[in-house]
């Protein structure tokens, strides 16, 4: 699955760069690139219907450009998309879903409180 930006929806993380969402299955995760280089990524279990969201990382030389909630977004997107439900044991994501709480009908309602949802 790759995502980009939606025409006028989110600025490139560099200068001209546009950035790119696809999930690397085999590595069981979710990887941001920008200028095709790896930038960032979002660590997953993929179980039973759940989408298990463990670790998010940017690597330093694109920190400050908003890719993690990039990342975030096209990740819950996806989850979305598939019907899956999200677990957000990474703690960004847990965070993010709080700021963003349009995402938090993913997480099932029995387990929010987990989550500090």
């Known amino acids: 699955m790759a995502t980009s930006p939606a025409p006028g929806a989110a600025e490139p993380a560099h200068e001209a760069d546009a950035y790119a969402v696809t999930d690397?299955?085999?590595?069981?995760?979710f990887e941001i690139r920008v200028g095709g280089e790896r930038a960032g990524l979002v660590q997953y279990h993929l179980r039973e219907g759940a989408?298990?969201?463990t670790h998010t990382e940017v690597s330093d030389e694109f920190q400050g450009h908003g890719l993690a909630s990039k990342l975030a977004r096209a990740v819950l997107d996806a989850a979305r998309d598939r019907g899956l439900a999200v677990l957000p044991y990474c703690p960004y994501i847990a965070g993010w879903i709080r700021k963003h709480p349009d995402y938090r009908d993913l997480v099932p309602e029995d387990r929010r409180e987990k989550f500090g949802l």
């Open 24 to 29: 690397n299955a085999e590595q069981s995760q």
């Open 51 to 53: 989408l298990t969201l």
